[in-house]
């Protein structure tokens, strides 16, 4: 029987442009540390090309893609599933996520988050930030944003639906009431939530409401555990002896808010509804 730290579907490669090591060098790391099923993630891409300081270019997505059936054969012991981590651009309809990305490369997954929100100006964006804290306003577009993608029925889970608390100086109602609309949104459509291990790993910052990790930010997951969801404790694995990486700490962090778990559930679905 799977369980859920056999899981992590949140991995990226150097294609990334912000990561190091290849497919097959995560595949050798989750092996060696027990993992049975591997899920990459690779920032999806544009076919203009644009941000590519975090992404490949858009015409090495079918290489990508192809390096990953490659390490099917190679590592027959790991589940490995084909997925993006898609970054929505309102500048592109859905339909382009749907048939350009998931069924033009015939993914198993996607999942996705907000990075960005799009600004008035055509080209310019709000980047979820360690060095700008954003008012309210801004916060509002972060988490309209995501309860937009969960409604989008389009993604396998949501990735750190609390990266934005990296711009968030302090817990206050009107930002809970924020958080709240998005939770809800998340019940109602049943889609995961991921509790997302990378923001364990970075440094810890102070704020006015004291010295705390990026992410996962404490408040927004106590919320979190007044709602009928689940979490998927995820890696986000940027190099590859980080592909279980803070994994054991995420997952005391989500028994510490009474966070249920779904790595395995979460897997499980999409293996069985690629076959």
């Not at 981590?85 to 382009?96: G, H, N, T």
């Not at 048939?99 to 310019?124: I, W, Y």
């Amino acid at each position: 029987m799977l369980k859920n730290s056999q899981v992590n579907l949140h991995t990226h490669t150097v294609l990334c442009n912000h990561a190091a090591g290849t497919v097959r060098d995560y595949c050798r790391q989750a092996v060696k540390d027990g993992l049975k099923v591997l899920g990459f993630s690779e920032h999806s891409t544009f076919p203009d090309d644009r941000m590519l300081s975090t992404r490949m270019k858009y015409a090495m997505l079918e290489s990508y893609r192809q390096e990953i059936e490659d390490a099917k054969s190679e590592f027959p012991e790991l589940t490995i599933l084909a997925g993006l981590e898609v970054d929505y651009d309102s500048d592109f309809p859905l339909e382009f996520y749907q048939k350009e990305l998931k069924e033009r490369l015939d993914l198993d997954f996607m999942s996705a988050g907000a990075h960005f929100v799009n600004r008035d100006t055509p080209g310019k964006y709000y980047y979820a930030s360690h060095t700008m804290l954003f008012p309210p306003e801004i916060i509002r577009m972060f988490t309209e944003k995501t309860s937009f993608l969960i409604k989008s029925g389009l993604f396998d889970f949501i990735t750190h639906p609390d990266m934005i608390a990296v711009s968030i100086d302090k817990w206050t109602p009107e930002i809970a009431d924020l958080f709240a609309g998005l939770l809800q949104t998340a019940e109602k459509h049943n889609v995961p939530l991921e509790i997302n291990a990378y923001g364990l790993r970075k440094p810890q910052r102070e704020y006015a409401d004291g010295i705390r990790p990026p992410y996962p930010y404490a408040p927004f997951w106590k919320l979190a555990s007044g709602y009928n969801i689940s979490a998927l404790v995820s890696s986000d694995a940027h190099k590859p002896e980080d592909v279980v990486g803070n994994l054991p700490d995420a997952f005391d962090f989500a028994e510490e808010y009474g966070i249920t778990c779904c790595n395995a559930a979460v897997a499980e679905k999409i293996i069985a509804k690629n076959k």
